[in-house]
């Protein structure tokens, strides 16, 4: 079964611009998660999706929007870039464990994609 | 609110030698636990969960984790450590009590060494 995967691996932006990371979780995962992962923040949560719906969301400023597809495939867009946003964006998928959030079931994480903010 | 923290940045071992890694949580509920690992430039693979029942959990490559619900601690551990087992450890946390945000909340993360 093929694994969680993010495209593009790598990105560089200017300040200001924006930016769509994409994400296709494994076959049969309906529930798909997105991290920040930074060297002083370390892993910090965005948002979690469930069949289209955000069941959860981090505390980021709504400048980090995401959405997810009808086949589960899901996106995350951050807009006017700011140089702190340079990160690895992870994303990963999971099944339901309850009330359609990931619950006790564990994650699989993709490879994620290198954001740099110039 | 929930929280998990990893006091060691660094841990330092000789190859053989056994190996713990330490994780203690901060939640309402039940705690759901979960140990990642990661490689330089990889995401994150999934190690082990203790959701519930017998306090020693066996997971992949070998490792183990104890939970202790009296210390709120949940440490990796694998009595033998390889090389191959240097990277970057992740324990985290979800809060099972109803009502609770529904996050994984991930600790700081511990680099693990295994020196030949």
């Known amino acids: 079964k093929a694994g969680v995967t993010q495209t593009p691996r790598y990105l560089i932006k200017t300040r200001g611009q924006q930016v769509t990371l994409s994400c296709s979780p494994i076959s049969g995962h309906r529930s798909v998660s997105w991290y920040q992962q930074t060297p002083g923040q370390g892993l910090q949560f965005l948002f979690e999706?469930?069949?289209?719906?955000?069941?959860n969301k981090g505390n980021f400023p709504g400048r980090f929007s995401g959405r997810q597809f009808s086949n589960s495939r899901s996106e995350m867009n951050v807009s006017t870039l700011e140089l702190g946003d340079s990160a690895l964006y992870l994303c990963a998928s999971s099944l339901p464990g309850y009330i359609g959030t990931s619950g006790y079931n564990e994650q699989f994480f993709g490879p994620g994609t290198r954001l740099t903010v110039l | 609110a929930q929280s998990v923290a990893q006091p060691e940045d660094q841990v330092n071992v000789a190859e053989g030698n056994p190996l713990t890694v330490k994780c203690t949580y901060s939640?309402?509920?039940?705690?759901?636990l979960f140990w990642y690992v990661q490689y330089p430039n990889r995401g994150l693979q999934f190690l082990l969960k203790y959701i519930t029942g017998d306090n020693l959990v066996k997971g992949s490559y070998g490792f183990e984790a104890e939970f202790n619900k009296s210390q709120t601690s949940f440490h990796l551990k694998k009595p033998s450590a390889l090389v191959s087992d240097s990277a970057l450890y992740f324990c985290a946390v979800r809060d099972g009590a109803s009502g609770s945000a529904r996050q994984l909340t991930f600790g700081s993360g511990t680099q693990l060494t295994v020196l030949p």
């Open positions: 939640v309402s509920g039940n705690p759901y």
């Open positions: 999706y469930f069949s289209e719906t955000q069941r």
